[in-house]
T-cell receptor, first 113, second 113 residues
């Protein structure tokens, strides 16, 4: 069965510090992988996606993620966090069958001055 | 935002009453989804549709029904609302022929008292 694990419920970082949000997935084939961001009271916005090719993908707002098949991971990174990055981040895997999307439980990011 | 409109955006209803949430898209995407978002659970799929009159259950479908009579509209009905259905509901759309990701509406906050 497909599943996504985000082991960190909440992370606090200082503005300007680097960030890494962890995501592990379980899927029987090559997955489509996504990171979404949700600001308070808003819907989910796509940050980046991976479905084939280069395992390091670049997204919007300076984010990047690396697909590691051997570790079943798709961690999100940013070299220098801005206060506006404070939000909820969701990792998701897309299944070809039924075109369904499975989400992790999310990681809440707080940025302190 | 992708052309997705959810209505209403906020609703308070009493236990036992029927409630219908509407999702309207202007993107002509084939797939439409209803998710609920709850703290500690991330987004969980309620029902989805892969075409007009074609729907299927997700992981948390009990107590919910859906209908899709037109490509652009996907309705979620709570036949008899319960307090456990207090949640934020998100509609999403996708079309594998155009893009791998899902696009989300702004959400509907439903409170059952």
């Amino acid at each position: 069965a497909q599943s996504v694990t985000q082991p960190d419920i909440h992370i606090t970082v200082s503005e300007g510090a680097s960030l890494e949000l962890r995501c592990n997935y379980s899927y029987g084939a090559t997955p489509y992988l996504f990171w979404y961001v949700q600001s308070p009271g808003q819907g989910l916005q796509l940050l980046l996606k991976y479905f084939s090719g280069d395992t390091l993908v670049q997204g919007i707002k300076g984010f990047e993620a690396e697909f590691k098949r051997s570790q079943s991971s798709f961690n999100l990174r940013k070299p220098s966090v801005h206060w506006s990055d404070a939000a909820e981040y969701f990792c998701a895997v897309g299944a070809v069958a039924g075109n369904q999307f499975y989400f992790g439980t999310g990681t809440s990011l707080t940025v302190i001055p | 935002d992708a052309g997705i409109t959810q209505s209403p955006r906020h609703k308070v209803t009493e236990t036992g009453t029927p409630v219908t949430l509407r999702c309207h898209q202007t993107e002509n995407h084939r797939y439409m989804y209803w998710y609920r978002q709850d703290p500690g659970h991330g987004l969980r799929l309620i029902h989805y549709s892969y075409g007009v009159k074609d729907t299927d259950k997700g992981e948390v479908s009990d107590g919910y029904s859906v209908s899709r009579s037109k490509t652009e509209d996907f309705l979620l009905t709570l036949e008899s609302a319960t307090s456990s259905q207090t949640s934020v509901y998100f509609c999403a759309i996708s079309d594998p022929g155009r893009a791998t990701e899902a696009f989300f509406g702004q959400g509907t906050r439903l409170t059952v008292v």
